[in-house]
């Protein structure tokens, strides 16, 4: 098996790093909150096996990725973040005018983006946990979430400068990511002000103590603003996006979620994905898989079985 490499590479005033492995069709692999390149570490080896050449970075904000300007929320829109990885596809595959892409919870609504800005960079897409979501053009991301949950849903929480930084970390950044990694509940997550997290979790199976060391030697290190600063700028991506109400994604596409993802629960989540306005602003939409049993980090908890579902999917062009 081939060994992951690593490198720095100056994309969009940043210098990002970016992890690698095999050669041939570029895969994209973009990753979420609270994450990093290593939640694709599974599938980065298994595509890279078959012929492929995986790319994973560090995105915006987050590990060794540094140059972001963490004070400024408004520096981490939707805009920089699918900016930040077409300078990258410039870089690592200048040759290569369309690209396979994979995403998770965040990175798959950077992925999204990628696809409705610039499908003439995506080959076919893979979508992990959170679905295309038009543009609701009489509210935004945080005015319908505070509307749905209250004050005390995390994506609320998250959104003064500072706040959840603190709260953070008087818990800990070892307890932070391990309970956020193992929570698996089909509800919403609340973190109340002054109170913490209101439950503790014994760490999930699929995570190794190596693998949650990792992630908490990265993250002791950056610290969490830059990964809430992308919840920070859903006011702002809401405005920046409205040139884009209406529209969809046209370019080939699966997607892929956990049983008990929070996301899929959600109100009304469900009937979007499986009655027919999914398909409607994803035309191209050739499969959409429900993952028994799993939750929302089902990548990592079932690596053998989306290594598979992706490989199918992306041999195909």
Not at 57 to 85: C, N, W
Not at 223 to 232: C, I, P, Q, W
């Amino acid at each position: 098996m081939e060994k992951i490499e690593h490198k720095l590479i100056p994309v969009n005033g940043l210098q990002m790093h970016v992890a690698e492995v095999g050669e041939g069709p570029v895969v994209l692999f973009i990753h979420g909150f609270p994450e990093l390149w290593y939640s694709w570490r599974h599938q980065m080896t298994f595509v890279a096996a078959r012929g492929y050449h995986a790319v994973a970075p560090d995105m915006r904000g987050y590990g060794e990725t540094t140059g972001a300007q963490l004070e400024e929320p408004s520096k981490f829109t939707i805009m920089h973040l699918v900016g930040d990885l077409i300078a990258l596809l410039n870089a690592v595959s200048p040759n290569e005018e369309k690209v396979f892409v994979v995403g998770h919870d965040w990175g798959a609504v950077v992925a999204w983006h990628l696809a409705m800005y610039r499908p003439d960079r995506v080959r076919a897409l893979v979508n992990l946990s959170v679905p295309f979501t038009p543009r609701n053009p009489k509210m935004n991301a945080v005015e319908s979430i505070q509307k749905l949950y209250g004050d005390d849903h995390y994506i609320c929480r998250f959104q003064e400068p500072g706040d959840i930084e603190a709260e953070f970390k008087k818990v800990g950044t070892k307890e932070v990511l391990k309970n956020l990694f193992s929570f698996r509940e089909p509800a919403p997550l609340f973190f109340p002000k002054g109170k913490g997290f209101t439950y503790s979790i014994d760490r999930a199976p699929w995570l190794t103590e190596h693998d949650l060391d990792y992630y908490v030697s990265k993250f002791e290190n950056s610290g969490f603003t830059g990964g809430v600063n992308y919840y920070r700028a859903l006011r702002l991506n809401w405005e920046l996006n409205a040139p884009w109400s209406g529209a969809g994604v046209t370019v080939p596409s699966k997607f892929i979620t956990g049983e008990f993802d929070l996301v899929y629960h959600i109100p009304g989540t469900k009937d979007f994905i499986h009655g027919g306005r999914f398909k409607k602003f994803v035309p191209l939409l050739e499969d959409i898989v429900v993952v028994e049993g799993a939750g929302h980090f089902v990548n990592q908890e079932r690596p053998d079985e989306i290594n598979e579902l992706i490989y199918a999917f992306i041999k195909q062009f």
